[in-house]
């Protein structure tokens, strides 16, 4: 069975960290990110990296601040959010997919997704 399980959201202040985890199982992803979504906004991608080779790709409202990073043993990705600002705000969700090609932020491309996890960031 195909799943993917946040973990890790939460409120902070604006400057403060956040570290969120998604635990994959079911399958070997070729490309596993983070997307959000704020109210009355379109779900944006944020970060993903590719489990093979590693390479990352970021947002460039994000870049500098956020880290996306793997456990290869754990099937796992984290992404750790950084020097925070209130335009974060969203619920943040857990992306893989099996194949390759396509956008990175395209979230058509993505079929397998995880239930969300809120962040909230307070000026």
């Known amino acids: 069975q195909v799943q993917l399980v946040e973990s890790g959201g939460g409120s902070v202040q604006a400057g403060g960290s956040l570290r969120l985890s998604c635990a994959a199982s079911?399958?070997?992803?070729?490309?596993m990110g983070w997307f959000r979504q704020a109210p009355g906004k379109e779900r944006e991608g944020v970060a993903v990296?590719?489990?093979?080779?590693?390479?990352?790709y970021y947002a460039d409202s994000v870049k500098g601040r956020f880290i996306i990073s793997q456990d290869n043993a754990k099937n796992t990705v984290y992404l750790q959010l950084n020097s925070l600002k209130p335009e974060d705000t969203a619920m943040y969700y857990c992306?893989?997919?099996?194949?390759?090609?396509?956008?990175?932020?395209?979230?058509?491309?993505?079929?397998?997704w995880g239930q969300g996890i809120q962040v909230t960031v307070s000026s």
């Open positions: 992306a893989a997919k099996t194949k390759g090609g396509g956008r990175w932020s395209d979230a058509g491309n993505f079929g397998y």
């Open positions: 079911g399958y070997t992803y070729n490309c």
């Open positions: 990296i590719y489990t093979g080779g590693g390479t990352t």
